[in-house]
C-alpha cells in the first residue's frame, strides 16, 4: 500500500460541549496505533453552548480536526448530510457526539468493510440508559417501517455505520429534502452488512430527541418512503362507503316493517355525520401531508447553509 487509507468520522453535534472533549480523546486513541489516516468531521449543527468554538479552537491546533458550522439548526440529519457531502476520506463513519456509539467499535466496521462490505451499520445488541417507552417506539418503528416500504432496512441500527466512497457519492446525488438517512443508505443498494455493539447511555447533557421528536422522524421516514398511508385512505373511504350502503339497506327495511321507530332517528343521524366527518378530516390532513412534501420540494432550497469550514478559512 503506498498512501494510507484515509477514514473520516463524521459527527453532528448540538451543545455537546461536555461530550466533545471525550469524543475526540477517544477516537484519538482509537487510531492511535492504525495505520490509516483519518479525520474527525464535527458538524455544528447550530450549537450555542460554546462547543463549536472549542471544536474551531481544536481544528486550529489539530491535523485530524475539522469543523463545518452549519448557519443554524437544521436538524441531525441534515447536519449528517452536511458532513457526507464533505466528507473526503475512503471510508465515512457516522455517528453521534455523545458517545452512546462507542469508538471503539470502529475498528470492527473497518474489518468488515475491508472485507468487501460498501455498507457496515452498527446494531444495537443492547440499549443503556434509554426509558422502556423509547425503546418500545423505536422497536416498533423498524417492524413497521419494513413493512410498508419494503425498504428492508435493519432492525435497531441507528445512524453508526460506516459507509465507503462510492456510498457517499451516490448519497450526493439523493437531495430530498425530508431525509431519512437510515433509510437512505439501504435504499441505495451496495453489500451491506451488520456488526453488533452494546449502545452506552449518553456520556453527559440531555437527549435532543425527544419521544415527540423521534415521532416526527418516523412520520417523515414513512411518508418520505411510502405512498401506503394513501392507499389506507382509499380503503377507509371503501370501508365506510360498505357500512354506509348496509345501513341504507337496514333503514328501508325499517321504513317498511316499523315505520314508528323512524321518527327518533336524529340521534343516530348526528353520529354518523360525526364518524364522517372525522374520517374525511383525517384523510385530508393525510393528503395534506403529501401535497405540503410536493410544496416544500418544490422550493428547491439548499438543504442546509454553512457558515465555516475550518478546511477552507476563507469561509469565515
Ligand atoms: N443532534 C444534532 N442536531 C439536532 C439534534 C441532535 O446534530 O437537531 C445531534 C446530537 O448532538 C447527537 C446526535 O445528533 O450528537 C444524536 O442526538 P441525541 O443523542 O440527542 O439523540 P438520542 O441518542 O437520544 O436518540
Ligand atoms: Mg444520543
Redesign the pocket.
Known amino acids: 500500500m503506498n498512501k494510507p487509507q484515509k477514514i473520516t468520522i463524521v ?6 460541549k461536555e461530550n466533545l472533549p471525550v469524543l475526540l480523546e477517544r477516537v484519538s486513541a482509537v487510531f492511535a496505533g492504525r495505520e490509516e489516516d483519518w479525520e474527525l468531521l464535527l ?1 455544528d ?1 447550530g450549537s450555542t453552548d460554546g462547543s463549536a468554538e472549542w471544536a474551531v479552537a481544536q481544528a486550529k491546533e489539530n491535523r485530524h480536526v475539522r469543523v463545518l458550522r452549519l448557519s443554524r ?1 437544521f ?2 440529519q441534515l ?1 449528517i448530510t452536511a458532513g457526507l457531502d464533505r466528507a473526503d476520506g475512503d471510508a465515512v463513519v457516522v455517528m ?3 458517545m ?1 456509539d462507542p469508538p471503539e467499535t470502529i475498528p470492527a466496521l473497518i474489518d468488515k468493510w475491508r472485507e468487501g462490505y460498501e455498507v457496515v451499520y452498527a446494531v444495537r445488541r443492547s440499549r443503556a440508559g ?1 426509558t422502556w417507552v423509547k425503546k418500545f417506539l423505536a422497536a416498533s418503528f423498524y417492524r413497521v417501517f419494513r413493512r410498508l416500504t419494503k425498504a428492508n432496512i435493519p432492525m435497531d441500527a441507528g445512524d453508526f455505520r460506516l459507509v465507503d466512497r462510492c456510498v457517499v457519492d451516490a448519497l450526493r446525488e439523493v437531495r430530498e429534502l425530508h431525509r431519512f438517512m437510515r433509510g437512505l443508505t439501504c435504499w441505495v443498494g451496495f453489500r451491506q452488512a451488520g456488526v453488533e455493539y452494546d449502545r452506552a447511555a ?1 456520556h453527559a447533557g440531555e ?3 425527544p419521544v415527540w421528536k ?1 415521532a416526527r422522524l418516523a412520520f417523515d421516514a414513512i411518508t418520505s418512503f411510502s405512498g401506503s398511508p394513501l392507499r389506507w385512505i382509499a380503503v377507509l373511504g371503501l370501508g365506510v362507503c360498505l357500512l354506509a350502503i348496509l345501513w341504507v339497506l337496514y333503514v328501508m327495511g325499517l321504513a317498511v316493517f316499523r315505520p314508528e321507530s323512524l321518527e327518533k332517528g336524529w340521534a343516530s343521524l348526528i353520529a354518523v355525520m360525526v364518524f364522517l366527518g372525522g374520517v374525511q378530516l383525517v384523510s385530508i390532513g393525510m393528503l395534506g401531508q403529501y401535497v405540503s412534501r410536493i410544496f416544500e420540494e418544490g422550493k428547491h432550497r439548499p438543504l442546509y447553509l454553512v457558515r465555516q469550514d475550518t478546511r477552507s478559512p476563507a469561509s469565515e
Open positions: 459527527v453532528p453535534f448540538l451543545n455537546e458538524v449543527d439548526n436538524g441531525h447536519a453521534d457526539a455523545d452512546q434509554e449518553r437527549t435532543k430527541y423521534s
